[in-house]
């Protein structure tokens, strides 16, 4: 097929039809490379930040750092229990990764192959339950755990957690399976599957680029997560990495910028790990699923 | 050998019924074609069969057993559908291993199973390929080395050369004549395409907005039609249909076509002539071979069972093996097929000789067949 060309009359003459082009291609590389700015300087600074001392930091403020150290680190590991929760955060994370996972793929697969009538609605509320705000569920929530006795518990955190990462799985999980064909299970059922097979053995393996990349979503989400540690967990050894990171700046009176960017990429580089490792998967899940 | 039997079916989409009372037996060990236009109900019947539909209706028996209440697994169907349904992740050996891991069998029985199929459809040098690796023609052969390797009572296939193109399509349809020839398994096959039906099945079902309209073998429903719409379904060309009246005149039986001048009908032709009353509207069908041009054909000149017309060519049209005529009749254009080659062109005025002994009568207002 021919793409519908411009009337002769409306074309532009070729050299300014090269111009034009060399102005959009400008236009474009300065815009990526300024959204690439805007994006790297603060990682970039936060790295180098950390490997700096105080002077420079604080009094100088070299982009470059002059002297290398890494006494930051050291004092992190030493006056902190940075291990620890960089340790509850990334349990936390999993363990919710894993049962939104699950919970959301089967959900989801519900909603997609059979009650078709109701599941547009039930997705719909799914993406709705996601949008409220944390902080208006926050004091319900911390009734409901309190009375429940899970206030200061990682449980109490993991429930809090899967108020927002299901409705959020459902949602993409459920992108992902309407991409995936419906008579691939039912040939695996005349050949003699159940329901559980046909979904475990069929369904999820083609799954798997959505299911990645609602794994990262959801992992980065708990990783990152602040208000409901700070609301639900008053102990040091239950505290997940985003209050230590907060403890660090000292209310706002007595910032520790160095700590503080020690802390920081301590904490970013396990997330930066799964993204490269996944990055493959990730971009094949957006591919497949199409998700907004 | 399995026999599966219909004993008024049914099945309702919300409101909407899309089958009716479906009756009929297909034979142990036969090659049965299910075929209609879009939406009439012919993939639902055989998704049915299968297990991936609710009957909601009537019983479905095979082998003597009713299986409405058995979950597919336990039907024992084999099934190869229009898109092959290959599992993306699993290699050729895989998708054919599935279903015998699923009947928990041995390795070695399923891995002998597996090669036998193999070797039947000539697969055995794409066995760890990726379905994503195959061409249109190899993924057909490896959903059906799927269906086979577990030798099920009934083999079930939706509309599965729809897909492949014309040349691969006449390949692979002698290739699944070939093998129920070799299996003798009883083999249900639902397609759209009446040449397949016609060319590969032994017992053709005709279906319509969810009824049975005629079961048969292809030479039955090509030559006895029970109703208009069968008569224009079955065969290419399809059948002429001339709307008109049967009128007696100075003591002969005419066949009057709608603005058209009478054809007298020769004694011992078109039995149904006698059913249809004077002036009462119907249809004479008339198959495109059935209509000749004076002097081609050796069987027309001597004998007394023809009619004759005469019409304006509009349209030629030649295959090379055949020439197939278009012309303007009294009632709308007829189609002639010429076997050979015939040198005419658009403009021409030719006298036709129609054989009322292979033509048939339907009523204009049921669209039945009379006789």
């Known amino acids: 097929m021919t793409s519908p060309s411009r009337p002769a009359h409306k074309r532009l003459p070729r050299r300014n039809r090269r111009k034009t082009s060399a102005i959009r291609s400008v236009t474009v590389f300065g815009g990526v490379v300024l959204l690439l700015f805007l994006v790297l300087f603060p990682f970039y600074w936060m790295v180098t930040a950390s490997i700096k001392n105080f002077r420079e930091i604080s009094i100088e403020r070299t982009l470059v750092p002059r002297e290398v150290t890494f006494k930051n680190y050291v004092d992190l590991f030493e006056q902190t229990s940075i291990l620890w929760h960089l340790f509850n955060t990334a349990w936390i994370s999993c363990f919710v990764t894993f049962v939104t996972i699950i919970l959301a793929s089967m959900s989801a697969y519900v909603l997609t192959r059979f009650l078709t009538p109701t599941a547009e609605w039930i997705a719909r509320i799914s993406l709705y339950a996601y949008m409220v705000p944390s902080i208006v569920l926050i004091i319900p929530f911390y009734i409901g755990l309190r009375m429940a006795g899970l206030v200061n518990t990682h449980a109490g955190l993991i429930l809090s957690y899967l108020s927002f990462t299901l409705p959020l799985g459902i949602w993409m999980m459920r992108a992902c399976f309407q991409t995936i064909p419906k008579t691939m299970e039912e040939a695996a059922v005349v050949d003699g599957a159940n329901r559980f097979e046909a979904f475990f053995l069929i369904a999820m393996p083609q799954a798997l680029p959505g299911v990645v990349s609602t794994a990262i979503f959801v992992f980065i989400l708990c990783w990152g997560e602040y208000l409901y540690p700070v609301v639900l967990i008053n102990s040091d050894r239950l505290r997940t990495i985003t209050i230590t990171l907060d403890a660090l700046t000292g209310g706002g009176q007595n910032i520790k910028f160095g700590l503080l960017m020690a802390a920081s990429t301590v904490a970013t580089v396990p997330i930066l790990l799964i993204f490269l490792v996944l990055q493959k998967h990730l971009v094949r899940g957006f591919a497949a699923g199409g998700y907004e | ?371």
């Open chain 2, 1 to 371: 050998m399995v026999q599966v039997v219909f004993n008024s079916v049914g099945k309702d989409f919300g409101r909407d019924a899309v089958l009716r009372d479906i009756e009929f037996e297909v034979p142990a060990g036969r090659f049965v074609a299910l075929i209609g236009p879009s939406g009439c109900g012919k993939s639902t019947l055989l998704r049915m069969i299968a297990g991936l539909e609710h009957i909601d209706y009537g019983e479905i028996y095979i082998d003597g057993k009713a299986v409405n209440d058995l979950a597919p697994k336990d039907r024992d169907v084999a099934m190869v559908f229009q898109n092959y349904a290959l599992y993306p992740h699993m290699t050729v050996a895989e998708n054919m291993l599935f279903t015998l891991r699923m009947a928990r069998r041995t390795r070695a029985e399923s891995n002998d199973r597996m090669w036998e199929a193999a070797r039947i459809l000539g697969l055995e040098s794409l066995l760890d390929r990726y379905p994503r690796h195959l061409s249109g023609g190899q993924r057909q052969r490896v959903a059906m080395g799927r269906a086979i390797v577990r030798n099920p009572k009934v083999f079930l296939f939706d509309e599965p050369l729809s897909n492949l193109d014309a040349k691969l399509r006449v390949q692979m349809r002698a290739e699944i004549k070939r093998l129920h020839q070799r299996l003798g398994t009883t083999m249900i096959f639902v397609t759209h395409d009446q040449v397949e039906a016609m060319t590969m099945a032994e017992q053709v079902v005709i279906l319509r907005e969810g009824r049975v309209e005629q079961v048969g073998t292809p030479l039955e429903l090509y030559d006895r039609p029970t109703n208009i719409f069968v008569a224009g379904f079955i065969g290419s060309p399809t059948m002429n249909l001339i709307g008109g009246t049967f009128e007696q005149d100075r003591g002969r039986l005419c066949f009057v076509p709608r603005n058209g001048t009478p054809i007298p009908v020769p004694p011992g032709t078109l039995p149904g002539a006698s059913k249809v009353g004077p002036g009462r509207e119907c249809f004479l069908g008339i198959r495109p071979e059935h209509i000749s041009l004076p002097g081609l054909d050796p069987n027309s000149d001597g004998g007394g069972s023809f009619g004759e017309i005469s019409a304006e060519v509009v349209l030629v049209e030649v295959t090379g093996l055949d020439t197939h005529i278009v012309a303007s009749a009294p009632d709308g254009e007829i189609t002639i097929l010429i076997r050979g080659r015939f040198d005419t062109a658009a403009g021409d005025r030719l006298s036709f000789r129609l054989n009322f002994s292979a033509a048939h009568v339907f009523d204009a207002e049921t669209g039945e067949r009379l006789d």
